[in-house]
């Protein structure tokens, strides 16, 4: 699974502005763009220490708010969720690596089997849908035989 990390506390709230909208200006703020940016980020960098939480700890969130559907309106609200996200991440971690050879061992069965169909639908399959093509291609194993 790929996590993209900001580098900088300033590419993470950008990167939090862009899937959340968090932030206070506007088009009608009387402060430019880049100074009510610098603002945020100054609050940002304030949560990080009192929290005690890291870059990668709210990128973790910011990825498991969103597969989760969770409505972030400011950042205090995914400062809470690390907990929570660090466990589901480390969670999928551990699956991600197993469904993926479970993927390829089915595609190479449905090779060797002359389903080229099944092969090339099981190795473009994503991670979302693992499961369900997995179980799908193995129903229609246990038909064929």
């Known amino acids: 699974m790929n996590l993209h990390v900001p580098a900088t ?15 206070e200006w506007g088009p009608d703020s009387k402060d430019p763009w880049f100074r009510a940016r610098m603002l945020e980020i100054g609050k940002l960098k304030r949560l990080m220490k ?5 870059i990668e700890d709210l990128a973790i969130a ?4 969103e597969q989760d559907g969770r409505p972030i309106s400011a950042t205090w609200q995914l400062a809470k969720l690390v907990p929570e996200a660090r466990r ?4 999928v971690q ?12 089915a595609a190479a069965d449905a090779w060797n089997h ?14 979302g849908s693992a499961e369900a093509v997995l179980s799908q291609y193995r129903e229609h194993r246990s038909r064929a035989r």
Do not use: C, H, K, N
């Open 50 to 54: 009192s929290r005690r939480v890291t």
């Open 94 to 105: 551990r699956v991600v690596p197993d469904l993926r050879q479970q993927l390829d061992a």
């Open 9 to 23: 506390e300033a590419a993470l709230y950008d990167l939090l502005q862009m899937r959340f909208g968090i932030g």
């Open 62 to 65: 910011t990825w498991y708010a």
């Open 114 to 127: 002359g389903d080229d169909g099944w092969a090339s639908r099981l190795f473009t399959a994503d991670l």
């Open 88 to 91: 589901e991440f480390t969670r």
